[in-house]
């Protein structure tokens, strides 16, 4: 079977999850914890070379302020559960904003190597695509672009995307990372992220062996 390398995941459904089953909205961010620690590691098992997780977005922090504490507090466990497996980890999103979250700055400057099986994690924090192209756009305006446009990016350390698994039954991409996603396969799963089994994940995975991958050629 074909692996791909670089596999983006878009954990949608927690709220709907929370309200089908009797819970407020902000309790459904923290059950999508134990499911992303799982597919990590089955990511590792196939032999994925790199892993981005969708945390939240600049627009998300327009929700009411009770959901926005609770997703920021989820994706700082999030990324502390995954700095204790073996990974490269490195955190992507706008710091300059009061928005994102203090505790993972550490995570930002540099790709935090905490292990040696190979495995590059990102995690997507206070991202916005906007924000992720202004480097480039500035590039262009000042005659710096460089031949690898992604090389122009704030999410510059990302590579481009092979497999994009999206939960949650919507089938957009809602602004993630548009220059590493633009010849990305997308795979959705009906089911919400909480409600994650490991035979989704290998669903898409015989689902992407069978794509016709040309990058347009």
């Known amino acids: 079977m074909r692996i791909p390398d670089h596999i983006g995941i878009i954990p949608d459904g927690n709220r709907r999850w929370?309200?089908?089953?009797?819970?407020?909205?902000?309790?459904?961010?923290?059950k999508g914890l134990e499911p992303g620690l799982k597919l990590l590691r089955l990511c590792k098992e196939v032999g994925?070379?790199?892993l981005t997780y969708y945390g939240f977005?600049?627009?998300n922090t327009k929700r009411p302020s009770i959901q926005t504490e609770a997703f920021?507090?989820?994706?700082?466990?999030?990324?502390?559960?995954?700095?204790?497996?073996?990974?490269?980890?490195?955190?992507?999103?706008?710091?300059?904003?009061?928005m994102f979250p203090e505790e993972l700055l550490p995570y930002t400057e540099k790709r935090q190597d905490?292990?040696?099986?190979?495995?590059?994690?990102?995690?997507?924090?206070?991202?916005g695509w906007h924000w992720d192209l202004y480097n480039l756009i500035k590039s262009q305006r000042e005659g710096k672009r460089k031949s690898?446009?992604?090389?122009?990016?704030?999410?510059?350390?990302?590579?481009?995307?092979?497999?994009?698994?999206?939960?949650?039954?919507?089938r957009r991409l809602s602004g993630f990372l548009p220059v590493q996603s633009i010849y990305s396969d997308i795979y959705v799963v009906d089911s919400y992220w909480p409600d994650f089994k490991s035979e989704?994940?290998?669903?898409?995975?015989?689902?992407?062996?069978k794509q016709d991958i040309t990058y347009g050629g």
Do not use: H
């Open 18 to 30: 929370a309200v089908n089953n009797g819970f407020s909205k902000k309790d459904g961010y923290q």
């Open 57 to 59: 977005t600049m627009d």
């Open 48 to 50: 994925v070379k790199e």
């Open 200 to 209: 989704d994940f290998y669903a898409a995975l015989q689902w992407y062996d």
């Open 114 to 127: 905490l292990g040696d099986e190979g495995i590059k994690v990102n995690f997507l924090v206070n991202y």
């Open 72 to 98: 920021t507090q989820a994706c700082i466990d999030a990324v502390k559960m995954i700095a204790k497996e073996d990974v490269s980890l490195l955190v992507v999103g706008n710091t300059d904003t009061p």
């Open 148 to 170: 690898n446009i992604i090389d122009s990016l704030n999410s510059n350390d990302i590579s481009q995307i092979d497999l994009i698994i999206r939960w949650g039954e919507r």
